[in-house]
């Protein structure tokens, strides 16, 4: 298993307030979320899956966030399911068509092949699921660092 830790200096273009971000890295470098992460192999057919934690938290008027990506291999779908606290995940196509879905404890998201998604902890404790996608999906975040959601 891989632990990935994302700090606001690790995402500070992909918040809005640009403002917001400098005043609280002049104090403070708070965790916005953790990824454990399991992989077996990076071969087509087999699978990958994460447990996440998103701390609770704002930067500004932005709750803490995961960065948010398409995957590489556009015929690549994710599922998530919620393990404990509160949030929304926001879906995006490439032709801007958005979806925002609830996730909670026991809640199924489905994410279609070529969205792109983003998860937020709207809730004041931990959000944690678990997500499932093929090890050859790959994470695309160039579209979303420069346009966000
Ligand atoms: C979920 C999955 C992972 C992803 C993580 C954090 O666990 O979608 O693939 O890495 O969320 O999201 P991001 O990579 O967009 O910051
Ligand atoms: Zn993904």
Redesign the pocket.
Known sequence: MKK?V?KLSD?KDFYKSQKEVLKILEKRNPVI?E?Y?TRHSDKNGDL?Y???IIYPGKIGKEYFM????FHKNKNSA?V?FGLSGRGKSLLMDKKGNKKTVEIKKDKIVY?PPDFA???VNTGKQKLR???V?PSD?G?D?EA?RKNGF
């Open positions: 990935l994302r995402m979320y990824v992460e990958c994460t447990t996440t995961t960065k948010g990506h994710e998530y994410i998604h983003r998860t699921f678990l997500s996608y999906a994470h975040y979303i």
